[in-house]
């Protein structure tokens, strides 16, 4: 077994989030602050400004060249919009690597993270949840754990899967077992470590176990149900496959249904190729 | 060539250059024909069991779901020559979250929907590889129809 230490020692490896993320995060969990708060944060920085205009005139949104200033973004795909694309876009360098332990390609992790927030984002509205912004950025850094983790679960991958395989562990339950810490555990600490607010931590810490996330258990619930569901379509699926447990609980609490989940992947069936647009982005 | 089938996608093939491949079925199934004698085959990768619903969804893209998209998979290949009596088919995927069971498993009632209407058409399914918590990868060759799955956790068979 690692000492823990070491591995969050391998933390500062990480590209550190950039400060207009915590920026508008800051601001959006902020019930005090308003919508020009968030504009100024945006206009002002000319990389976001730069990154908004190349993913709001992807196909994802079939304008291209329609926009010329994040100002038109705003007033035209609304705020709502420009912040998780203004979050996505400046998460993308450590979700865009290889992970080797976990057997994703270049890319593959990002398109899980990606797919995931659009999906949780999607649920959120659904069950008209306040925090949208907060449950789109909790599911897009929820497995920031496992870059870090990746090159432990490939020295121990052997131990790891024979557990899952042989023994009924889950994936997660083999990681701490095996190496003494989980992904999930590791990206709170992560987000911890960034100082992201104490429910940005709660849910990545927990997004596998929601029942445990004692003050957001609601938004930690929305963000396990898109996990789930991206498994479930297979999309940026590497070695720990599906080996996830399911809460049958957590489903019902939120009040879905089979019929539900057969909907929300049909309608993300459809949208999937302008996803893969957005991918192509930076 | 590789031709890359998407998911609810759905692609058919003569010529023997040709791979015909999808990756990453989770819960999905994927199904491959494949006809010896005029060397066609086929492969799609479909979401859901059922088209009732959605029907408008259904209409716009038949292959993501089973009941709409197997009837399309066998008649484009048929389009290319290849007959139903010669055909070797193979269904994979399926697979489901730990402890799901009954619950919401999607990927048990999407490899039961296949079988029942491969079964309903009189269509023999040669091999198959469904279930479990892993995700799978398909690679069929048109050369010769040999099939390379992929399996996570597993690593790779030929069949």
Redesign the interface.
Known sequence: MKSIKSIAKKIGRLKPVPQVSHKILEIIEDPESSMSDLSDVITYDAAVTANLLKVSNSAYFGLPGKFESAHQAIVYLGMDQVVDLVLLGSSSDNLKKAQEGYDLGEGELWKHSVSCAILAGELAEKKQAPQKHLIFTAALLKDIGKVVLSQHVAESYQKINTLVTEKGYSFREAEKKIIGIDHAELGGIIAETWKFSSRLVEIIRYHHSPQKAENCEFETSIVYLADTLCMMMGIGVGADGLAYRFHKDVLENLKISEKDIQEVIADFGEIQHKVDALLGIN | MNIIV???DMKVSNDPGSVLIT??????IGITIYDPVVKVGGLLHF??PESS??LE?AK??PY?FADSGIPQLFKSAYKLGAKKQRMKVIVVGG???????G??N??KRNNMAARKMLHKNNVIISYNNVGG???RTVKLAINDGSLLLKI???GEIKI
């Open positions: 998407g998911v609810s990756y990453s079925l989770g819960s999905c979401m859901l619903l959605d969804k716009k893209n993501m697979s489901q979250i730990l402890d799901q069971k619950f919401f999607i990927g918590n892993s995700n996570s956790g597993q």
